[in-house]
Nanobody
Framework: QVQLVESGGGLVQAGGSLRLSCAAS????????MGWFRQTPGKERRFVAA????????YYADSVKGRFTISRDNAKNTVYLQMNTLQPEDTAVYYC??????????????WGQGTQVTVSS
């Protein structure tokens, strides 16, 4: 089982960029599908992006397509979320997730502790 630690969140102006990182412990990282979700106060955690175990297929929420890019480096046990053209509505706590498959990411993933992203207008 992996443990996940996110970093890279912060405050940025609208139109700016941030790159989130999620470092995973454990030797089985490369076998996991990985994803990013986000949550605002009082709302459910929502899917942002996912990537398969080998970096092949990637998936995005419609709201971030063309602006966010998910990638992974299995040699570094790290998954990234490059976020460009950020908007105030992207403000949320961003969570890294790991699962045995893309489908598992949407049901019973392992979660990191989250990192706050705040986009000012």
């Amino acid at each position: 089982q992996v443990q996940l630690v996110e970093s890279g969140g912060g405050l940025v102006q609208a139109g700016g960029s941030l790159r989130l990182s999620c470092a995973a412990s454990g030797r089985t990282f490369s076998s996991y599908a990985m994803g990013w979700f986000r949550q605002t106060p009082g709302k459910e955690r929502r899917f942002v992006a996912a990537i398969s175990w080998n970096g092949g297929p990637t998936y995005y929420a419609d709201s971030v397509k063309g602006r966010f890019t998910i990638s992974r480096d299995n040699a570094k046990n790290t998954v990234y979320l490059q976020m460009n053209t950020l908007q105030p509505e992207d403000t949320a706590v961003y969570y890294c997730a790991a699962g045995a498959s893309i489908a598992v990411l949407h049901t019973t993933p392992l979660w990191g502790q989250g990192t706050q992203v705040t986009v000012s207008s």
